[in-house]
């Protein structure tokens, strides 16, 4: 199975911006699509960001055009930049990978704190 390695989160304020990275155990091009979720309190886990290995990438509504995910293969590192952050972004953010074989992962998650 994939393991996941996430880093980045942190406490910002309104307007400030973060960077997520997840890095995984394989090769980058052994994975279909790695994406980003949120699960805030009290709330369902959300799709985030997703890319694709053939570079097509996706966003919620609530993220476009704040958000950015894009990827390093040398590093087999997947990325998520976060500007204008607001203080409904507050979450935890977990990575997902997809493999084109194997079991789907998860990272551990990573806080993200955005005060007003």
């Known amino acids: 199975q994939v393991q996941l390695a996430e880093s980045g989160g942190g406490l910002v304020q309104a307007g400030g911006s973060l960077r997520l990275s997840c890095t995984a155990s394989?090769?980058?091009?052994?994975?279909?699509?790695m994406g980003w979720y949120r699960q805030a309190p009290g709330k369902q886990r959300e799709l985030v960001a997703a890319r694709h290995n053939g570079g097509a990438t996706s966003y919620a509504d609530s993220v476009r055009g704040r958000f950015t995910v894009s990827r390093d293969n040398a590093k087999n590192t997947v990325y998520l930049q976060m500007n204008s952050l607001k203080p409904e972004d507050t979450a935890v953010y977990y990575c997902?990978?997809?493999?084109?074989?194997?079991?789907?992962?998860w990272g551990q998650g990573t806080q993200v704190t955005v005060s007003s």
């Open positions: 394989i090769s980058i091009f052994s994975i279909d699509v």
């Open positions: 997902k990978a997809n493999p084109y074989r194997g079991l789907t992962s």
